[in-house]
Nanobody
Framework: QVQLVESGGGLVQPGGSLRLSCTAS????????IGWFRQVPGKEREGVSC????????YYADSVKGRFTISRDNAKKTVYLQMDSLKPEDTAVYYC?????????????????????WGQGTQVTVSS
């Protein structure tokens, strides 16, 4: 079955870096878009970054542009989110998701409405 598992979260000081991993199973990773989202309790879920099928397109939220980088390793069935120059406001639970049923080919979205399979999330805390 389709499954996504996030890892790599943790506690980091402001200005530090983390790399989140989203490992997929049950489907061909390169054929689907992957999105990274984050959520703070009491706030709406925010789209952070996405990568389209075949890596044609990537998008970033304005709040992370220039600091975060999304990439895909199909051999490892994993999508990464490299997060540099972290700020306290980046603190959140981070989720990855795929559009397995909706399936947008060659594009991706930061809106969560196209994503139908989600991981369980990984906590990122940026604090001194």
């Amino acid at each position: 079955q389709v499954q996504l598992v996030e890892s790599g979260g943790g506690l980091v000081q402001p200005g530090g870096s983390l790399r989140l991993s989203c490992t997929a199973s049950g489907f061909i990773l390169d054929d689907y878009a992957i999105g990274w989202f984050r959520q703070v309790p009491g706030k709406e879920r925010e789209g952070v970054s996405c990568i389209s099928s075949s890596d044609r397109i990537t998008y970033y939220a304005d709040s992370v542009k220039g600091r975060f980088t999304i990439s895909r390793d199909n051999a490892k069935k994993t999508v990464y989110l490299q997060m540099d120059s972290l700020k306290p406001e980046d603190t959140a639970v981070y989720y990855c998701a795929t559009d397995y049923v909706y399936r947008v080919v060659g594009d991706c979205f930061l809106g969560d409405y196209v994503y139908d399979y989600w991981g369980q999330g990984t906590q990122v805390t940026v604090s001194s």
